[in-house]
């Protein structure tokens, strides 16, 4: 168990939709990331937040944003869902703001699938 | 444009061999170099890391070498055994800056056959 918690493990929904994944990270830990896992793209990085405050941004989709509240948890808000983004969504924290060179440690993921 | 390019996509080794995993990558830039091991249904979980100051990391059955010159990387795991049958992951990412995130290679599907 990597200390940090993901919800909702399973999300089935239908195109058009919008949806809301959540990630609470490894306490003390201030930085989350976003990943999408797929069979034709792999792991790839989303975005970056740290201490509330957005770091970086990967191969995000202008439809999905994040924040990042002052609990140090992170929302993941997908919208206007196509099949394409049917997935499994990782989030990572990690101590500091250094981010990408601090041990990430990886949620066990939301699987989402768009029907 | 794939940054980080890892092969085999699949491997099937015997109890007792040695698995070899190997990445390249193409920004000099990179300067954090983790391998990650996943099981179906989890997420992955670091293996072992090794930043370009060294040729070699070695931690337990796994071990890192390092070719900075060559831009590659790879992954030893000796005496393997049935329980890393898994997914590996190799990965690389800058310090500093935009503090982005990990650039994954595509995977490498191990079995280890009894």
């Known amino acids: 168990d990597s200390g940090v918690t993901q919800t909702p493990k399973h999300l089935i929904t239908a195109t058009g939709q919008r949806v809301t994944l959540r990630c609470s990270p490894r306490?003390?830990?201030?930085?989350v990331y976003w990943y999408q896992q797929s069979l034709d793209q792999g792991l790839q990085f989303l975005i970056h937040?740290?201490?509330?405050?957005?770091?970086a941004k990967g191969n995000i989709l202008e439809r999905f944003s994040a924040q990042q509240f002052p609990d140090l948890h992170s929302e993941l808000n997908l919208s206007s869902l196509e099949l394409g983004d049917s997935a499994l969504y990782f989030c990572?924290?990690?101590?500091?703001?250094?981010?990408?060179?601090?041990?990430?440690?990886f949620g066990p993921g939301t699987r989402l699938t768009v029907l | 444009q794939q940054q980080v390019k890892q092969s085999p996509q699949s491997l099937i080794v015997q109890k007792g061999g040695i698995s070899i995993i190997n990445c390249a990558y193409e920004?000099?830039?990179?300067?954090?170099f983790p391998w990650y091991q996943q099981f179906p249904g989890k997420g992955p979980a670091l293996l072992i890391a090794?930043?370009?100051?060294?040729s070699e990391k070695k931690e337990g059955r796994f071990t890192i070498s390092f070719n900075k010159s060559a831009k590659q990387f790879s992954l030893h795991i000796m005496d393997s055994q049935p329980g890393d049958s898994a997914t590996y992951f190799c990965?690389?990412?800058?310090?500093?800056?935009?503090?982005?995130?990990?650039?994954f290679g595509k995977g490498t599907h191990l079995i280890i056959q009894p």
């Open positions: 937040y740290y201490n509330g405050e957005e770091r």
């Open positions: 990965a690389a990412s800058r310090s500093g800056g935009g503090a982005d995130g990990l650039t």
């Open positions: 090794i930043r370009p100051d060294v």
């Open positions: 990572a924290s990690s101590v500091g703001s250094l981010g990408s060179t601090d041990t990430q440690y």
């Open positions: 920004n000099t830039a990179f300067d954090y």
């Open positions: 306490s003390g830990d201030l930085s």
